[in-house]
């Protein structure tokens, strides 16, 4: 029998609602058609969910060193552990590092135990390194951590300025919403401001390949260009604002004019004076930012940059206007609201306000509660490596990969005397380092809220069983609590009463006074949190329906109810490039996978877009770098190194190359982009400049290529460089090794075992090797050895681990990597969510069928889910982008 249940994707800051059927154990996913965040969309990650949900590599016992423990004998040595250390050091001496994975409930519960009852405010979140710009330039700003705007302002806007996003790949269905309000209303303009030609760039009426980190000075020179066409709005700058002389002088003298801007931003003046013109001439304007914001020494400035136009022109708190920052994470907004940023106290209350201090005192009944800020992300571990704090307790997040100066952090956490992490997944560089490990539970299998970019609280719903010993972080936290000796404020029996709770102390002594306030949910019963359906925040016994938009009546949360202009003089990125640095180094996120692929790469089809760690250069830079498209280059900084694929693409910037952030240990040797970046941050927000390190690129020349796929998962030897990939019933593992292999077939058998039968191809002189084996009439094996990467594409061999037998024509171009005629090849993935291939595309468009990307649409269903492969599907037709 089928049973169905509605909840929420675990991925992106979006929010998508999923519905999800069980059918006798058989699970699968689709977008929930009645969730306002994405009425039935789900983008490539969110609909192959149900590949992730497999007990294969889980955390499912508690771990003491290595060793499997009780629950009762886990929790007792971590509360006995923290106790000693702080009784030993203080309370400063401990550390909570959580993450925007959590539910609502969870944070609540982190925040409580470390700031109100621990008394240190040693608690950060990973949103530090995706967010906290945004909040700081938001609280500059508006005296609070509101985001204006909704999902729907961007639909009814007649401008759309996306800053510092790939919202195409990094926020699927938000871009998908534009896309459509665009075809829908051709004069809706769109202008992308981002270094690289993205696929957001498909739908853009002008793209600004802006110099990366000079942001601010465009926008101050927006705000000196809307000045001088005297498009202030007086009307609302005069009563709701202050500070705009203050902010003009500043924008005046770092941008003088639109010469002096199309200079420093490196841009062509007439594109400039466009974007100035469309802005200033535009009523209905949304600026959409995101990382490339926020991911800067100057992320703050360069926010309040932004928000200063809106204020300027008072295009703030009504419909299809506004500053809208977009969250990563699927819950940043919750971890913003219970206050898990080291800086904040709970409901957006703050450390450093005694009348805040006092109030959450008394809420939480506690005499310890934390009043000075703890230590931000970047900090905080930099304190472990030096042995000030001893004690880290690491919450569903994987800081070895993460965070910038990676290398240093890996070796801090190696180093720490207690070191306690909660994870679902076993196999994280994080969890391989702890001295007890606390099993979570996953997606599908806890409950509890999400909040998501639009401010709306979603229900991530329960429908699988709790697998082995897992736990909800809440009851982890509380049980150490209690053991702690706080028994009686960590009390809880379900997430719905620390729901209920986190409502409460939004509202209380609230009165209109904070812009967080929920407390129109305080009261609500088990029944109603269980059936809760998403919502907008602010929910008050006046607004029981939730808020749209923020600010409508133009009062904001400073200290007089108006909002503030900040003077901004643009900074330049912390570390310039040099001689020896020459690129800049960005970092960020692909199409098909989520932060470090704990999850993404259990699904062989998100795996096949792009499969390994790549370097995207522009063919300037790849000449002058002797860098050869696929072939590996070595990446260098101050800080660390790295191995790549190279991919020369024009749509990167010369002197600037991308590198995704996703690859850890467990799937790559040497593939941690985070461990050459920057350790800078923002001085106001706490936030890394992972968007510019310079470093200098080579190309790596091992002694062989190659690469080799099986049906179970291996260890290879003898290579320094290997990826692992899982596809549809096989692994694939791309290679290359420093020292040549005298005995191939020899070390093939070692790789692949000795049994079944092999087909082998050697030729000693060109140092090239080729071997299958096959068992059962089934390809079990195959391995590529050449002394050039320029192997056999994979795209058919992967096809034949699919077939049930090994046909005879099949057998005779195994060992040629590539199909005979009449044999089909697919070819590389396009379309992540039908598995269509780019060969598949190109026979369409060579029958004359498909013209458009439409049509390839209606043939093929290719980009007729979540879209994103769009772009790419345009760029095949028009021939400008060959695999
Ligand atoms: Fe999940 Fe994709 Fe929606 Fe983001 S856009 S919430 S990743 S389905």
């Not at 099993?439 to 806890?446: I, M, Q, T, V």
């Not at 291939?837 to 013209?851: H, P, V, W």
Request: proline share 5%; hydrophobic share 40%.
């Amino acid at each position: 029998m089928a049973t169905t249940s509605l909840t929420t994707c675990p991925y992106c800051g979006v929010g998508c609602g999923v519905q999800v059927t069980d059918e006798d154990g058989a699970i699968s996913v689709k977008g929930d058609k009645l969730h306002p965040a994405n009425f039935g969309r789900l983008c490539s990650k969110g609909s192959a969910l149900a590949d992730t949900i497999g007990l294969e590599d889980r955390l499912l016992h508690p771990q003491i060193n290595g060793k499997q423990a009780s629950w009762d004998t886990a929790l007792n040595a971590v509360s006995n552990g923290l106790k000693k250390i702080i009784e030993e050091y203080g309370p400063d001496a401990v550390a909570f590092y959580v993450s925007g994975q959590l539910l609502t409930e969870d944070y609540y519960v982190a925040n409580k135990l470390m700031k109100g009852f621990i008394g240190s405010a040693n608690i950060d979140t990973n949103s530090r390194l995706c967010m906290s710009s945004a909040v700081a330039g938001y609280k500059r700003a508006f005296g609070s951590d509101s985001v204006p705007c909704s999902y729907e302002d961007l639909e009814q806007a007649e401008l759309i300025v996306i800053e510092g996003s790939n919202t195409a790949w990094c926020h699927p269905i938000v871009y998908q919403r534009i896309v459509k309000a665009k075809q829908q209303r051709p004069e809706l303009k769109i202008v992308v401001i981002d270094p690289r030609k993205t696929a957001t760039c498909d739908i853009a009426d002008l793209h600004l390949p802006i110099k990366p980190g000079s942001d601010a000075t465009l926008f101050n020179g927006l705000l000196s260009y809307i000045n001088k066409q005297q498009r202030i709005n007086w009307d609302f700058v005069n009563p709701h604002t202050e500070g705009v002389v203050e902010a003009l002088l500043a924008a005046e003298k770092s941008a003088a004019g639109i010469s002096q801007v199309a200079q420093i931003c490196e841009l062509s003046e007439q594109d400039v004076r466009l974007f100035y013109q469309f802005f200033a001439d535009t009523k209905k304007v949304v600026t959409l930012y995101s990382q490339g914001v926020n991911q800067s020494s100057s992320g703050t400035d360069k926010s309040n940059s932004i928000i200063n136009c809106h204020l300027a022109t008072g295009r703030i708190g009504k419909p299809a206007m506004g500053p809208f920052s977009i969250t990563g994470q699927p819950n940043a907004m919750g971890g913003r609201e219970v206050g898990a940023l080291s800086n904040q106290l709970a409901a957006h209350m703050e450390l450093n306000n005694p009348a805040h201090h006092d109030l959450v005192s008394r809420f939480w009944q506690t005499d310890n509660l934390a009043s000075v800020a703890g230590l931000q992300a970047v900090d905080m571990f930099e304190q472990i490596a030096n042995g000030k704090i001893k004690a880290i307790w690491v919450i569903a997040t994987n800081p070895v990969v993460t965070l910038p100066n990676a290398d240093v952090v890996r070796r801090a956490i190696e180093d720490c005397e207690l070191v306690i992490v909660s994870e679902c997944e076993l196999n994280t560089g994080t969890a391989a380092r702890a001295n007890i490990l606390l099993p979570a539970l996953a997606w599908g299998e806890k409950c509890g809220t999400v909040t998501n970019s639009e401010r709306r609280i979603s229900h991530q719903r329960n429908f699988l069983p709790h697998p082995g010993e897992a736990e909800e972080d809440w009851w982890i936290l509380s049980q150490v609590a209690k053991r702690m000796g706080f028994g009686e404020a960590f009390n809880y029996q379900s997430s719905a009463d620390i729901f209920r709770e986190h409502a409460a102390l939004s509202g209380f002594e609230n009165k209109g006074k904070r812009d967080f306030d929920i407390s129109g949910l305080a009261e609500i019963t088990d029944k109603q949190y269980d059936e809760l359906s998403p919502i907008q925040w602010p929910v008050t016994a006046r607004d029981s329906e939730g808020t749209e938009r923020m600010f409508e009546d133009g009062r904001f949360f400073t200290a007089t109810g108006k909002a503030q202009f900040i003077a901004i003089t643009p900074r330049p990125p912390a570390n310039a490039t040099d001689e020896e640095y020459p690129l800049i180094l960005n970092t960020g996120r692909v199409r098909d996978q989520w932060h470090t692929m704990t999850r993404t790469a259990r699904s062989a089809r998100l795996n096949a877009h792009i499969s390994e760690p790549i370097i995207q250069i522009h063919p300037a830079d790849a000449k002058a770098y002797n860098l050869k498209n696929s072939g590996i280059a070595r990446l260098d900084s101050l800080w660390g190194n790295m191995l790549a694929r190279i991919a020369v693409t024009e749509e990167q910037r010369p002197g600037s190359v991308f590198v995704p952030m996703h690859w850890n240990d467990f799937l790559a040797s040497k593939g941690r982009v985070n461990a050459l970046v920057n350790p800078v941050v923002d001085p106001i927000s706490g936030q890394p400049e992972s968007k510019h390190t310079p470093i200098k690129v080579a190309p790596y020349r091992p002694a062989w290529y190659g690469f080799m796929f099986s049906r179970t998962a291996l260890a290879p030897s003898n290579a320094e460089y290997w990826v692992k990939i899982k596809g549809d019933q096989f692994f694939r593992y791309e290679l290359a090794g420093e020292t040549a292999i005298s005995d191939p077939f020899s070390w093939a058998k070692k790789q692949l075992g000795n049994d079944g039968e092999w087909l082998e191809f050697s030729d000693q002189n060109e140092k090239r090797f080729r071997a299958g084996k096959i068992i059962d009439n089934r390809l079990e094996s195959i391995i590529f050895i050449a002394p050039e990467f320029d192997l056999p594409a994979r795209s058919w061999l992967s096809q034949v681990f699919s077939e049930q037998t090994v046909t005879d024509e099949m057998r005779m171009s195994l060992l040629a990597g590539k199909p005979g005629a009449g044999l089909p090849d697919t070819g590389p993935m396009v379309c992540a969510c039908f598995g269509v291939g780019e060969n598949t595309i190109m026979e369409a468009i060579a029958s004359g069928s498909a013209k458009t990307a439409e049509d390839i649409g209606t043939l093929l269903k290719a980009g007729t889910n979540c879209g994103s492969c769009i772009p790419e599907l345009k760029n095949i037709i028009s021939n400008k982008q060959p695999h």
